[in-house]
Structures are given as C-alpha cells and as structure tokens.
C-alpha cells in the first residue's frame, strides 16, 4: 500500500480546520486513514478535526493489535464512535470548544476486507477498473433535498446552504455512521477529501488526474492545486491511498 496527504487553508479561510491521518502497517497488511473537517468558533473546529482524527487512529490501531480476527467494518464504527465522545466530551469540558464538531471519513483496511465510514460530508472516492464512482454519502441539506427530488445534483453545487451538514461528530454523544465495504484490488485507489475539494472540482475532473498520473504525491498535489486555481474559498484536503 502507499498513501499521500496534503492540506491547505484555501484562498479565504484564516486558519486550517482539516486534518488528515493514516497510518500504514505493511507486515500485517493494515492500512489506516481519516479525514476530518472541524467547525466552531476560534480554533474550536481546529481541536475537533485533530482530536476526532487521532482518536479514531488511536482505537483503531490499539483493536487490531490486540483482537486476532478484527472485522474492519465493526473496527471502523467502533473508532468511530470513540472518537465522536473524545470531542463531545473535550466540548463540555471546555467552554472555548462549546458546541465543536467535525466531519469525518476513514477507511480501515485488512488484508481480505476493505471498509469506508462517514459522517458529515466529507467524502470518499473509489477508482477501480479505470472509472471513480463515489461511494459515500454526504449527510448535508442539500442532499436530502436532492433525495427528496427539490434539488438537482447541479443546483445543489451552488446552493447557498450546500455546507450545512446533518451529522456531525462530536455534537451529540451518540452517533450514526455510515459503513461501505469494499472489495479492494491491487491498484485499485481511494481518494478522502473535504468540501473544499469536492465543491471545487468535478468527480469527472478527479477521475482524469487520477487516472492519468501515476505518482500519488503529483495526482493530490494537481487536484490541491485546481481547487485553489478556482478561488477555494474553503479548506482543502486530500488524501490518496493506493493498495
């Protein structure tokens, strides 16, 4: 496996309120990556992206040392989980971090099983056999309106609400994560990245770049650099893992 992140605060924003993980561990076949989108007010999204990003590593890892059959789906949830009460429980604490949350999505990877878990609407993108389908969901307004039929996908791409999202981590003490399993190749790539990619450049436009380079660090650093070629007027964040 192979992996390379970047982020960027964008053209607008004054501060990085993303954060991006992974942890590779080739002897065992183990890949482990998460992407998080703070909000808040201050530096409030900043703590929660960072804490809910470690938490779910940290979990994650310490599971799969110490289970011999880890089911990467239950692994995910549960990391999941642990880390939505880390930043729940850092916000009552701490009244600078009231009312914090942030996106997420991972992905867990074992040697005969592959998962993806969101919530919020950071997303995850798959290219298998020359085509990146999305295989996420995003839990914002618009998409229920989309579902619902009172929006087109296109509409939703410029709608003035289209970054208010309807799950969190770390808002309430308890979650709904959504899980996708996998069947991962060799070869095959997944893509994490927040809003501020997905909202800049198209699935059609990330498919061409990641099918025409080869090297991950070029293909992330050409997507960062088109999002903020476009104005990005949010964080951006992208990570690319190559099994």
């Known amino acids: 496996m192979n992996v390379f992140a970047i982020s960027d605060r964008g053209k607008v924003r004054q501060q990085n309120e993303d954060a991006v993980f992974y942890r590779l561990d080739e002897e065992n076949g183990v890949g482990l990556a998460v992407l998080c989108d703070g909000m808040g007010g201050e530096k409030a999204g900043e703590v929660a992206s960072a804490t809910a990003g470690k938490a779910f590593l940290d979990y994650a890892e310490k599971t799969?040392?110490?289970?011999?059959?880890?089911?990467?789906?239950?692994?995910?949830?549960?990391?999941?989980?642990?880390?939505?009460?880390?930043?729940?429980?850092?916000?009552?604490?701490?009244?600078?971090?009231?009312?914090?949350?942030?996106?997420?999505?991972?992905?867990?990877?074992?040697?005969d099983d592959a998962c993806v878990v969101n919530v919020g609407d950071s997303r995850c993108y798959w290219l298998?056999?020359?085509?990146?389908?999305?295989?996420?969901?995003?839990?914002?307004?618009?998409?229920?309106?989309?579902?619902?039929?009172?929006?087109?996908?296109?509409?939703?791409?410029?709608?003035?609400?289209?970054?208010?999202?309807?799950?969190?981590?770390?808002?309430?003490?308890?979650?709904?994560?959504?899980?996708f399993r996998l069947d991962l190749r060799p070869g095959d790539r997944l893509l994490l990245c927040s809003d501020g990619l997905s909202n800049q450049?198209?699935?059609?436009?990330?498919?061409?770049?990641?099918?025409?380079?080869?090297?991950?660090?070029?293909?992330?650093?050409?997507?960062?650099?088109?999002?903020?070629d476009r104005g990005a007027p949010d964080n951006v964040s992208v990570l690319i893992l190559e099994r």
């Open 128 to 179: 298998a056999e020359g085509q990146l389908q999305q295989v996420t969901r995003d839990h914002s307004l618009v998409q229920d309106m989309v579902d619902h039929g009172q929006l087109t996908p296109s509409e939703a791409g410029t709608h003035p609400r289209r970054n208010v999202i309807t799950r969190a981590v770390g808002v309430q003490r308890r979650i709904v994560s959504d899980i």
């Open 201 to 228: 450049v198209t699935r059609q436009e990330m498919e061409q770049i990641l099918l025409a380079e080869p090297a991950l660090d070029i293909a992330a650093e050409k997507l960062l650099a088109m999002a903020l």
């Open 64 to 111: 799969f040392l110490s289970s011999d059959v880890p089911i990467a789906s239950d692994v995910a949830r549960e990391a999941a989980a642990y880390a939505n009460l880390q930043v729940y429980d850092r916000a009552m604490r701490d009244e600078a971090c009231a009312g914090m949350g942030t996106t997420l999505v991972a992905v867990v990877i074992e040697p």
